[in-house]
């Protein structure tokens, strides 16, 4: 019985090829090699053959591998959340996410995508974080992903809170220079310290700004909202030269539009895709650390996922979600639905 499950899942559940199970990235494993372009290129496994509870628990149960040589995107885990200023649990994101991503199969009928017919995916295993040292963990984040774009692999990220974006743009901006960056959250994340420390949550962007890893005319924040200390919270932002579009902006209607200018702002320089999945409303997504009300629809977070489709998108986070508050692991499978649009809107993925 397990050879005929090997035998109609090989592809999918990583037997031979150089696929292994999760070993992480900072730890020691065998390395596969570059993959041929006649290569047969990794598929999730159709429940037709395998079923969904069958295999090793990988983002879309694809093969696990240690090194990001040979592919074209990966799915990585970030899993910390020691840099959060409420309600804790993001450790814990990657792994549920990776769960709720069984329901997910190979292709996008609704936007023509075919991402597993063009690309070689697999999924990278978790960052090796350090939980007693926020400082250490970000270090250790920019050096696992300074691999992975060096190998010329585009990584998307499964969060952990919203800092681990800073080092990983810390590792885009020395290959890319600085980048677009298209930012959808209920906060800006912009502020400068907290309790007299300038690293968590609410500062990567901050920080991103004072090292130059972002092209500030091309930054647009979509989904801004809540209560603040100063009647104008928008200010840091807007004197960056960021775009910020508030929630209220967005209530009641369709964000094609508003993507067909964030498309023209953006223009053929690389971007990068950071999305906090408190920007959701949380009646859609309960499971998150600093919840907001009267935020975004799931349905308008696919407009602005999709409406990415044709940018040079060079990597792509979704942070944020915290299962200890998502009993029914509902904001799990929203991420890992947003997490399967972002490969979609890959540069080199087919359309039809």
């Known amino acids: 019985m397990l050879r005929w499950i090997a035998s109609r899942g090989a592809r999918g559940l990583g037997v031979g090829g150089g696929a292994h199970p999760a070993v992480g990235l900072c730890h020691p494993g065998r390395s596969s090699s570059s993959r041929s372009s006649d290569a047969p290129r990794n598929q999730p496994p159709s429940s037709e053959f395998v079923a969904r509870t069958v295999g ?90 300074q691999k ?45 310290t907290a309790l007299g420390e300038k690293l968590y949550h609410g500062s990567p962007f901050r920080r991103c700004v004072d090292e130059g890893l972002l092209d500030c005319k091309r930054v647009v924040q979509i989904g801004i909202r809540g209560s603040a200390m100063t009647l104008d919270p928008y200010r840091y932002s807007r004197s960056q030269g960021f775009r910020v579009v508030p929630a209220e902006d967005c209530w009641m209607k369709s964000l094609v539009p508003l993507m067909g200018e964030v498309r023209q702002q953006m223009g053929g320089k690389p971007i990068y895709i950071s999305f906090d999945i408190d920007s959701l409303d949380p009646a859609y997504a309960p499971g998150t650390g600093t919840p907001e009300i009267a935020g975004l629809t799931p349905s308008q977070a696919l407009e602005i996922i999709r409406g990415c489709q044709g940018l040079n998108v060079v990597g792509c986070d979704l942070v944020e979600v915290s299962p200890p508050y998502d009993p029914f692991g509902n904001t799990a499978l929203v991420a890992a639905n947003l997490l399967f649009e972002m490969l979609c809107a890959l540069p080199k993925v087919t359309v039809v």
């Open 148 to 192: 992975i774009v060096t190998a010329g692999c585009i990584p998307l990220t499964l969060g952990g809170d919203h800092t681990i974006t800073y080092p990983i743009l810390q590792a885009m901006a020395k290959k890319h220079g600085p980048v677009g960056l298209l930012h959808v959250d209920a906060h800006m994340d912009t502020a400068d």
């Open 56 to 145: 090793v628990c990988s983002m879309m149960r694809l093969p696990v591998q240690a090194s990001p040589e040979g592919l074209d995107a990966a799915f990585v885990g970030v899993p910390l959340d020691i840099g959060t200023s409420n309600r804790p649990g993001a450790r814990f994101g990657p792994r549920r996410i990776r769960e709720e991503s069984v329901m997910l199969r190979t292709v996008n009928p609704s936007t023509g995508a075919l991402p597993f017919q063009s690309l070689m995916v697999a999924d990278l295993g978790d960052v090796n974080v350090n939980l007693y040292n926020l400082q250490d963990s970000c270090r250790l984040i920019q050096e696992a992903y």
